[in-house]
């Protein structure tokens, strides 16, 4: 009854874990990508103004022209070539994403993703009937364009970056991004470039190399407001990519989305004129040591670059058990890596969340590790 291209998109291991908080008592929830800031006043009355000044309906497919000039004018600062028709809104990353994957895929293609990966990169490539190849970046989670060439074959069709990245906070170095792009026109395949967390870092260097942006042809940048601006509810997302692409992308939204929220997108031009929180990745750097200092002696930690996820290894026994174990009355919510990978030797822990709490949450996961390996 159901149609087959379902048959292997999972739930999603994220929301899973996060959908069991509600029915735990005193449970310390460290399982979504979601900053724990609020939004700015400036940018939340903007969208109450737009409200109430019934900015409430359908805007055109690809965005108010307003939005996408504030776009262009702030990627011209950042040293792109870019044109104001390259942009497209989206509803979200996620929308994006979707648009992309749609848009370029067919029966049989494959898309080559790094693993771990984001969830949804896999299960859209399975909505998309077609197939994952996975890269294994493990131990290190450090991306290279010639892990990326041994994966290539004449059904390769899309291959896709993300940096910093989920789960791990790795960033892929800009050179490699540089190479893979060159690859990839060589073999006529698209590369996705998705750049979600790029305002959380915690290395002092370029992490985009903004050459890449002469020339679009193979190219399809994905950015947005959720995490930045902790605006993850309004769902308002951007793309940058060649013309015949977005001719593509409206099509599709024109009977998906329709369009990104309306009285968001003009909230979209605040958040963009007020621009990022200068003080934002310290902050989170601050929370990124704290586990890193608390966690280290117990479980086997990469640093993350950026992002705010953390991916320990388990010194024994599986990940998913270990979730399990803490997923109690007075325990924590963490995500095992299955959710990102077919190895269940990880789990994902966000720091965003305030520091007592992320204190607590590290201090009973030591309880829980300790407890667990007895």
Same mark, same amino acid.
């Given at each position: 009854?159901?149609?087959?291209?379902?048959?292997?998109?999972?739930?999603?291991?994220?929301?899973?874990?996060?959908?069991?908080?509600?029915? !735990?008592?005193?449970? +310390?929830?460290?399982? !979504?990508?979601?900053?724990?800031?609020?939004?700015?006043?400036?940018?939340?009355?903007?969208?109450?103004?737009?409200?109430?000044?019934?900015?409430?309906?359908?805007?055109?497919?690809?965005?108010?022209?307003?939005?996408?000039?504030? !776009? %262009?004018?702030?990627?011209?600062?950042?040293?792109?070539?870019?044109?104001?028709?390259?942009?497209?809104?989206?509803?979200?990353?996620?929308? *994006?994403?979707?648009?992309?994957?749609?848009?370029?895929?067919?029966?049989?293609? =494959?898309?080559?993703? $790094? =693993?771990?990966?984001?969830?949804?990169?896999?299960? #859209?490539?399975?909505?998309?009937?077609?197939?994952?190849?996975?890269?294994?970046?493990?131990?290190? @989670?450090? #991306? $290279?364009?010639?892990? +990326?060439?041994?994966? &290539?074959?004449?059904?390769?069709?899309?291959?896709?970056?993300?940096?910093?990245?989920?789960?791990?906070?790795?960033?892929?170095?800009?050179?490699?991004?540089?190479? &893979?792009?060159?690859?990839?026109?060589?073999?006529? &395949?698209?590369? &996705?470039?998705?750049?979600?967390?790029?305002?959380?870092?915690?290395?002092?260097?370029?992490?985009?190399?903004?050459?890449?942006?002469?020339?679009? /042809?193979?190219?399809?940048?994905?950015?947005?407001?959720?995490?930045?601006? /902790?605006? $993850?509810?309004?769902?308002?997302? %951007?793309?940058?990519?060649?013309?015949?692409?977005?001719?593509?992308?409206?099509?599709?939204?024109? %009977?998906?989305?329709?369009?990104?929220?309306?009285?968001?997108?003009? *909230?979209?031009?605040? *958040? #963009?004129?007020?621009?990022?929180?200068?003080?934002?990745?310290?902050?989170?750097?601050?929370?990124?040591? +704290?586990?890193?200092?608390?966690?280290?002696?117990?479980?086997?930690?990469?640093?993350?670059?950026? *992002? @705010?996820?953390?991916?320990?290894?388990?010194?024994?026994?599986?990940? /998913?058990?270990?979730?399990? @174990?803490?997923?109690?009355?007075?325990? +924590?919510?963490?995500?095992?890596?299955?959710?990102? /990978?077919?190895?269940? $030797?990880?789990?994902?822990?966000?720091?965003?969340?305030?520091?007592?709490?992320?204190?607590?949450?590290?201090?009973?996961?030591?309880?829980?590790?300790?407890?667990?390996?007895?």
């Amino acid at each position: 009854m159901f149609s087959k291209r379902l048959e292997f998109v999972e739930e999603s291991g994220i929301r899973k874990m996060f959908n069991q908080v509600g029915e !735990l008592k005193d449970v +310390i929830d460290l399982t !979504l990508g979601q900053p724990d800031f609020k939004i700015n006043d400036e940018i939340k009355a903007e969208a109450c103004r737009a409200i109430l000044n019934e900015k409430n309906r359908y805007t055109a497919t690809n965005g108010i022209l307003g939005l996408r000039e504030m !776009l %262009y004018e702030k990627k011209k600062q950042e040293g792109w070539t870019i044109d104001l028709e390259n942009l497209f809104v989206t509803s979200g990353t996620s929308g *994006a994403i979707f648009l992309s994957f749609n848009t370029l895929l067919e029966q049989g293609d =494959e898309v080559i993703i $790094t =693993e771990p990966y984001y969830n949804e990169y896999k299960n #859209l490539t399975y909505l998309c009937d077609a197939k994952p190849v996975f890269v294994n970046i493990y131990p290190e @989670f450090t #991306l $290279t364009a010639d892990k +990326i060439k041994d994966k &290539i074959t004449s059904k390769t069709k899309l291959i896709v970056l993300n940096s910093p990245a989920n789960p791990t906070g790795k960033i892929i170095n800009k050179e490699e991004i540089i190479k &893979i792009v060159e690859l990839s026109k060589k073999h006529n &395949i698209y590369v &996705i470039v998705d750049l979600i967390y790029k305002d959380f870092l915690y290395i002092d260097k370029e992490i985009f190399p903004t050459e890449i942006t002469e020339d679009y /042809s193979n190219l399809i940048i994905i950015e947005g407001f959720s995490k930045t601006f /902790s605006m $993850t509810g309004w769902r308002l997302g %951007y793309v940058v990519t060649n013309k015949n692409v977005i001719q593509q992308f409206t099509k599709i939204q024109q %009977y998906t989305f329709l369009c990104a929220p309306s009285p968001f997108q003009y *909230a979209g031009i605040k *958040a #963009l004129e007020i621009g990022v929180n200068p003080n934002m990745s310290q902050e989170y750097m601050e929370k990124k040591n +704290i586990v890193m200092e608390l966690l280290s002696p117990y479980f086997q930690i990469t640093d993350p670059e950026g *992002a @705010f996820y953390c991916f320990p290894k388990m010194p024994i026994g599986s990940a /998913s058990e270990f979730a399990k @174990f803490c997923a109690t009355d007075g325990g +924590i919510m963490i995500v095992p890596g299955t959710a990102f /990978s077919q190895y269940d $030797t990880n789990f994902r822990l966000s720091f965003a969340t305030d520091n007592i709490n992320l204190i607590n949450g590290c201090k009973r996961l030591i309880r829980k590790i300790t407890a667990f390996q007895k």
